[in-house]
């Protein structure tokens, strides 16, 4: 995903991303991108985590913050309100 971001950072509107990965974790993917598009809305998906809250998510950049599980409606709520804003 970063690699992709990193070739064609205009062709990306919205990131979500899960805190868990392998690899990397979401917080550290999400900084990697905000260094390249800092206007770039992020969603990060996480369920019960004490590597990261919601306000420390905010505090790093990222806009949107969910946890899992949550309901599509949720998600597109929360999509809207980031690309409609």
Do not use: H, R, V
Request: proline share 5%; with cysteine; glycine share 4%.
């Amino acid at each position: 995903a970063l690699k992709a971001f990193q070739e064609n950072p205009d062709f990306f509107d919205l990131i979500i991303t899960d805190m868990t990965m392998p690899q990397i974790t979401g917080d550290k993917l999400a900084l990697d991108i905000l260094q390249i598009k800092s206007d770039i809305p992020i969603i990060l998906c996480t369920g019960f985590s004490e590597a990261i809250t919601e306000e420390k998510a905010a505090s790093m950049g990222i806009q949107g913050f969910i946890m899992k599980p949550f309901l599509i409606k949720d998600l597109e709520e929360k999509i809207d309100a980031l690309l409609n804003t």
